[in-house]
Structure formats: structure tokens, C-alpha cells
């Protein structure tokens, strides 16, 4: 089993910045993948971002140049920081792992995003 915890979403104004941080209950050298995924209100949930355990990283072509996901193996914890962000970012935002081929998922933090 895996416990996922976000923090940092927010209310921002276009153009801004927020960063989101994930915690953890494992090693996540341990997982095969964590990453972030978002979903508006009547859309699906889509990825935002990937980082394997090699450290390879994937990104939404909505997000590139935007978004950077990255990993702090010492604190378990895996980050989403977001800059030049637009109201089309606005959605609540999971964490996600994969380990051992199951996917776990955060409770989600919500992002709004002003025009």
C-alpha cells in the first residue's frame, strides 16, 4: 500500500505561480513512476507530468516550458511547480504512483486559476 498526501494548491491569478508538493508513506525509489494528473470540472482526468525512477520526465503538451516536476528522494516527496499559469490550469490536481503495477492515487488539492 501507498499513501499519497498533496499540499499547495491554492487561488492565483494568471500568470502566477503555485508549486504542489506529494509525500509519500514509501520510498519512492521504490515506485516504478509518480506523477500528476488534473481534472476539471465535466472533462476528464488527464496526465500533467511523469518522472520515472530513472529520473526520465514527461509532460502534457499544454504544460511544456510551464510545469516542472521533480523528486526529493531523502523526503519521499515528489513536486509540481507551476509558473505562467493560465484559468484553462484551474482543476483539482492528483498525485500519483505506480508501484508494483498498481496505481495509487492522492486525495487531491484543488488549483483556480484567474483571469
Known amino acids: 500500500q501507498v499513501q499519497l498526501v498533496e499540499s499547495g494548491g491554492g487561488l492565483v491569478q494568471a500568470g502566477g505561480s503555485l508549486g504542489l508538493s506529494c509525500a509519500a508513506s514509501?520510498?519512492?525509489?521504490?515506485?516504478?513512476?509518480m506523477g500528476w494528473y488534473r481534472q476539471a470540472p465535466g472533462k476528464e482526468r488527464e496526465l500533467v507530468a511523469t518522472?520515472?525512477?530513472?529520473?526520465?520526465?514527461n509532460y502534457a503538451d499544454s504544460v511544456k516550458g510551464r510545469f516542472t516536476i521533480s523528486r526529493d528522494n531523502a523526503k519521499n516527496t515528489v513536486y509540481l511547480q507551476m509558473n505562467s499559469l493560465k484559468p484553462e490550469d484551474t482543476a483539482v490536481y492528483y498525485c500519483?504512483?505506480?508501484?508494483?503495477?498498481?496505481?495509487?492515487w492522492g486525495q487531491g488539492t484543488q488549483v483556480t486559476v484567474s483571469s
Open positions: 514509501r520510498d519512492i525509489f521504490s515506485m516504478d513512476a
Open positions: 500519483n504512483a505506480v508501484w508494483r503495477t498498481i496505481f495509487y
Open positions: 518522472i520515472t525512477r530513472l529520473g526520465d520526465t
